[in-house]
Nanobody, 124 residues
Framework: QVQLVESGGGLVQAGGSLRLSCAAS????????MGWFRQAPGKEREFVAAISWNDRTTDYGRFAKGRFTISRDNAKSTVYLRMNGLKPEDTAVYYC?????????????????WGQGTQVTVSS
């Protein structure tokens, strides 16, 4: 089992930045592929970014490319999501997810563990 706890969400003005963190416990973090997803009210869960266990491979949703950066610190068992140039349409609950595989994928169904989510609200 893996426990994931997100933090760093909040209210920010358009154009601002936030850094989300996700602390993992319960299993060797360095064996996990990590991802971020988001879900806005009335919408399906959407892929944001993912990173391989050795951070050599990353993948981003189309809207995230150029604005968001995923990174990880295996020594701290933590994955980060740096978000710059935030827009009101980025408003959502952001979820951290973990996958017991070295293959980086962008579909929620392929992730085994989920955090409780952290709210990000971007005001115009």
């Amino acid at each position: 089992q893996v426990q994931l706890v997100e933090s760093g969400g909040g209210l920010v003005q358009a154009g601002g930045s936030l850094r989300l963190s996700c602390a993992a416990s319960g299993r060797t973090f360095s064996t996990l592929t990590m991802g971020w997803f988001r879900q806005a009210p009335g919408k399906e869960r959407e892929f944001v970014a993912a990173i391989s266990w050795n951070d050599r491979t990353t993948d981003y949703g189309r809207f995230a490319k150029g604005r968001f950066t995923i990174s990880r610190d295996n020594a701290k068992s933590t994955v980060y999501l740096r978000m710059n140039g935030l827009k009101p349409e980025d408003t959502a609950v952001y979820y951290c997810a973990a996958r017991s595989s070295v293959v980086v994928v962008n579909t929620a169904l392929n992730y085994d563990y989920w955090g409780q989510g952290t709210q990000v609200t971007v005001s115009s």
